[in-house]
């Protein structure tokens, strides 16, 4: 079975203040269904609070990101689920209870990890 990253940027999650509670409800519930169908392997959402830092070889943390890579933020789930086709369903269901589109990738094959 392959895994697969499920994502979205906070940006594009539009929900106004007196639905959050819905939408988490919402979320949760389709979290809750991926665990009992066996799938769900981890997932949450990036704290945006905690500012990203590079840490090289040798120890000396930086702050910030690669200059190359755009600001990572958002909500994310790994599943491992037998297709893409299975992957893009789940993220079906984590657009509608999340009300934005999912973007997915598929983790590559590593027999030892």
């Known amino acids: 079975m392959t895994k697969y990253l499920i ?3 906070s940006g594009a999650m539009v929900v106004p203040d007196d ?16 665990k009992d169908a ?13 500012p990203p ?7 000396t943390v930086t702050a910030g ?4 890579t755009r600001h990572l933020d958002g909500g ?5 689920v037998p297709s893409r086709d299975a992957a893009l369903e789940w993220a ?15 983790f590559g094959d590593d027999p030892a990890s």
């Open 53 to 59: 830092v590079l840490v090289d070889g040798g120890g």
């Open 65 to 68: 990101t690669y200059p190359q």
């Open 76 to 80: 994310y789930a790994v599943l491992e």
């Open 7 to 9: 994502s979205f940027p």
């Open 19 to 34: 639905e959050l509670q819905a939408v988490a409800e919402a979320a949760h519930a389709v979290v809750q269904e991926a």
């Open 92 to 106: 079906a269901k984590l657009a509608v209870a999340c009300r934005c589109a999912q973007e997915v990738r598929a």
């Open 38 to 50: 066996g799938v769900w392997v981890f997932g949450g959402g990036i704290d945006e609070s905690v």
